[in-house]
């Protein structure tokens, strides 16, 4: 089934109807149409270019992969870049939709199939009472889906910050190399992530102030919403630099302590074995000192060795060495 | 008792009536009402919400927390969500209050009971001489209640502080693993406490500045006065960060003096018993050394002992080896 | 004597006259009355409140301690509160002048003996050519006298970080412990400072920019001198914060430096006597390796040691390690 | 062939004509003339300057290397310097172009033949359409090119990192030195690109926001275009930057825990040695000890001997030292 | 000689006449005079302030040290404070300069020789066709010769960093302490050196924005041109900064690798001599070991002795460790 849709003063007329028909309704002032591209070839995209009256620069943008959430503002129409964001094991996973906006018309351009479309048909058809504001409404769906996605990875980032945070003070830790992998690509992720996150305030603030006539004020709270949970996100992200950060100097730390009570201990252990060397060597002398030969010296010996030894240990113990 | 006021002409005319009764006074121009929910179901809020001409975006993020205050203008009403702080052993305790603010009427939703409503009360008795500003005194309480709240929240994370900072040059410092878990609550803790401390400007500076009719000049300086305590919380938490580095880094680096104290003492300890050794060694051949089986063996065996061992000592204390 | 002055027509009238006189003054709209109240109490400031007509949250403020400067602008006075430092070595001794100014009055109000009035006083004196400039003119004095002791105090934190910069290359080093704990001070009252001199900047473009009537165009270099002393001050803050960040890292690096040679030395001393005592460890076998019993093994095994014992200090010396 | 064109009415007329035959068109107001000067001699820019009516700073800018963009608007001229760079194994290899920016020509000056003018002469033939802009629309094709440039260099920088990222934790690494190298060089070249990078901001937005009246409207999205794409390269360099740092950061920590992983296994073994050393040591002794000079004494030494080795082997594996 | 000029419409008319005589020429419209002033009495200066109707306040800075770039603007005039910077081994060296511009002439107040005023007056000849500007021309020689000076400074203290950088990884590396001790300088000169430089943006911007009727549009693209150095150096200075700081991170880190390296190579060497050590023990016992008193003990002694002392030497160095 094709992803389009067609509105009429708020309802719902039509769904799933061929995009080759879109070019019906594009014209008639009262409907309102969405449809999608997923990965569409330049041929393709040309021909809803010259349809919608699209800048060329604007088509560009939709074929090339960008990076970077943007706003453009034509004549004639709004073209924006936006990201879905996952967090998956091996990091962050990207899948840019790029919008074209016209009066009457919203249409999405996806890369890859990674970004659910059907999350957000769920949500316009959740508050269908707004439709009636047609294009404003179709936007404000597909950016509170998207910033929502944000939001998830932010916590899924906090969650494994605090896992880490929990580790930390364990008795049982974990390898030193296998937190240390944990903290890099939370570190790593949190980097890119941030590129992702904060040029979005100004998309929103963009659509906010300025002077279109696209987002009716009965909208407006919507999008402040919406520009509230990207102020969120992004103070959000900031913090999370900091807890990595603190996680990472107290690990480096704690580690150091860990390191430092063995070789403590090891060396008190040095000691202990070292004395009684040093007096079987005395007694190994060749020499008569008093005891030689006799049984007097083993006696002697001995007792040395096990009353330094144990005065040693003792004072080790005490001075918590040991 | 129900948590219900009514003011009329600056005059506490009625407290604790039942919720219920709220809507008769509602549309009195002259009357002043507040009331407090306390976790409200759904319904609820829907009935309150019809009743005072609410926006549902309000209601939806009453009912969901937040945990970053904000504040949302409306056109019949303002929103605001704060957060009252304590700080435990755990860590911060946070409790969301949402605000919902009309021409005459002040709405206060809280999430859990741990909120203090009785000491915004206690306020509200203390001034009754600006009870006459209605809802602006209303909200000044609330808001002067939960600014001191982050105050003390503050001066407590000064004095946590302060406390490692006391330890740091004690002469019985706290074992290493205890003061760093100290450092690492008290900066946790302070990067949490920030992300709820510098969004209040925000909030605060909108109610100033904007053409809000429901602050009176009388009322502005009250608002002044608690801009200027979330200012000074702002400033506080930031230096505060700054003193937790400092105690941080030193800290480091005397654990590292103290360590390597012991391993100079340790390595000088080991040279002595080392050179010992090795005169016995020598004294142990099988071979015909000068004082081979005689006592003239022992006691230069004995002398060099003693004196190299002694000479070690004297050195390694002059050179505060030891 | 009590601390009074009544100036009229730019000319000192009168001095020292009781505080209870002011009053008589007041509403002499050519006469401009200054006093001093030293820990006033509630009542006393209850008094002066009525008389000169203040808001009672200044009068609030000036009797709570408050630890950050402000400037309050009230209907028909001003209220400010500034801080005169002086460094002790204990850190810094702040001692809290609140300011009541209004047309023709200025009230000072200290909660301790430590700020010197005297030197106010010296102040106005030495220019008696401005003192018909009247208010302007006699908070300016007070405002000069406290931002040159924030500037003698930035001068002395930065003297104790040229003394432990030069320390820190000498060659009789402080302890490290003395020297770390010189570099916490500095830090610590450096953060504290800056929460001192920072909001001064605000403080006096408030004063400044503001349409204030009390300062006249003549004074306004003398309040933007003051300005640019204390720009000076926040800039020398922040860069003494770099400063000992220098002076820091360095020398937790040439500790290092410094403990790395020290084991250095010993792991080299610890080489040249174990080789001996494996050699001799060698000739104590019971076992007939050729000299065994013999002066040949004496010889032997001396020369051994006296060999290896030299080349490996000859070889450490030349590496350095020696 | 001389590096010259000729527009007249969005048509490209004439190329490669003499720079002598320059002069000929500059008065013509409807032709649009480029011309590209390799390393002028002051002389030849004199000539230049006066038929253009250029203004004697922008000359000398153009004789003396520079090395930060900007953007100087003269009465009847622009004057722009950028780089163009590219990476090379020895860091950033910079190019300087500076370009004279009248109504109907520009100007281009190269102070060496590694800024490729064919590149963008290549840019202008692809987009012919455009070329009815006249200067606006040459000065877009040398300013995307230069752009685009920084921007393949951020990339590169960024493999380089992500290389380096691979590197850590690899199973053979890479030795620390030569890490290390990488590492301080891609930070030194982020430093010395960021100083290249950044200015470009303004001078794009001063091109777009001055009333200037040589770019057309229809021209101002392909402008904006460049300006996104400084802003991608300036993001993209500052998150370098904490890249690098996070791969330093764990670099250390990861060498450190190898280090401490050896020093461990080294004073397990050392442990292990030791002990049988002190047993033989006893055995050793010149007293009658149990088993002197009996069989007895050999088995109950290599008992000991093999036992304790054996144990303290086993015990240490146990926890991991070795 | 005097440090006099009389310039009248843009042409030098005299030179080196006593300051005595400048006073002839102040009041005359069509002059424009400039005299200097080294280290000038507080007499000598109330004369000037007097004839040129100076602020006592400028006189009284220009009598004392500042340390900070300034400019005030008094009704009548201006007053600039700034800085000549020059690199001694020893850091920076500051010589102040103070400037009164008024409307036909330029005071220039040197507090020391150091301060090359011959520079000053080249660059007036350099540029004749500019003397028309009168004061306007004046300043702008001067402020050009002091901002080229900190560009010396700062390209001397990229060229140190250079040095340093070349240092680190060459194979004869610097002793630590004598790099530390630069790296040590260099962060210091830094730090001052931006106290200095900061403020010049204030202070050109100053002039060039504000409306003083004394620099006429004619001149407006040469101060811009100060003001395009004056930022270069400032983002220069930033950017020493980081490079310094990456330069003192390797070295730390590659110090760290170097004393690893050797700890590595020493701890192979004692387990190397440790275990001959054991086996000649365990031959020495008095005790019946087979072999004993026999030349099949000597000689599996030897042979165990080195077998395992070159397995454990072929083994360190397969992995790396000698």
Redesign the interface.
């Known amino acids: 089934m094709a992803r389009t849709r067609l509105y009429r003063h708020g309802v719902l007329e039509a769904e799933g109807f061929p995009v080759a028909e879109v070019s019906d309704h594009l014209h008639d002032p009262e409907a309102v149409v969405w449809f999608d591209l997923l990965s569409p070839t330049p041929e393709k995209l040309a021909v809803v270019s010259e349809e919608l009256g699209l800048?060329p620069?604007a088509i560009e943008?939709a074929l090339h992969p960008h990076?970077?959430p943007?706003i453009?503002v034509?004549d004639s129409h709004l073209f924006l870049t936006v990201y879905a964001v996952r967090l998956t094991n091996g990091g962050l996973d990207l899948s840019e939709l790029s919008l074209f906006v016209t009066k009457n018309a919203l249409v999405t351009v996806r890369d890859s199939d990674s970004c659910d479309i059907d999350a957000i048909i769920a949500r316009w058809d959740n508050t269908p009472r707004m439709a009636k504001h047609g294009v404003a409404f179709l936007l404000h769906g597909v950016l509170d889906y998207v910033v929502d996605g944000h939001f998830d990875v932010a916590e899924d980032l906090d969650d494994r910050v605090e896992q880490l945070?929990d580790q930390?003070?364990s008795d049982t830790p974990a390898t030193?190399?296998a937190m240390?992998?944990q903290?890099?690509d939370i570190?790593?992720t949190t980097?890119?992530f941030?590129?992702i996150v904060?040029?979005m305030r100004e998309v929103v603030t963009s659509l906010m102030h300025r002077d279109l006539e696209i987002i009716p004020s009965d909208m407006a709270?919507?999008y402040?919403?919406v520009y509230?949970h990207v102020?969120?996100v992004s103070?959000?992200t900031e913090?999370l630099r900091?807890?990595v950060g603190?996680v990472?100097?107290?690990h480096?730390?704690?580690?150091?302590?860990r390191?430092?009570d063995?070789?403590?201990r090891?060396?008190s252990?040095?000691?202990i074995?070292?004395?009684?060397?040093?007096i079987?060597?005395?007694?190994?002398?060749?020499?008569?000192?008093p005891?030689?030969?006799?049984?007097a010296?083993?006696w002697s010996?001995?007792a040395l060795?096990a009353a330094i030894s144990v005065a040693l240990y003792v004072v080790f113990r005490k001075n918590e060495w040991l």
């Not at 005891?291 to 049984?295: K, N, S």
Request: glycine content about 8%.
């Open positions: 800048h620069l943008d990076q970077r943007k453009d034509y945070e930390l003070f030193g190399r240390q992998r903290m890099f570190r790593r980097v890119r941030r590129r904060l040029p709270p919507y402040q919403d509230d102020l969120r103070e959000w913090s900091e807890l603190n990472y100097e107290t480096l730390n704690l580690q150091g302590n390191m430092n063995i070789m403590k090891v060396t252990w040095a000691a074995i070292a004395v009684p060397t040093a079987t060597g005395f007694y190994g002398q060749n020499i008569p000192y005891g030689f030969g006799h049984a010296g083993f010996s001995t060795i």
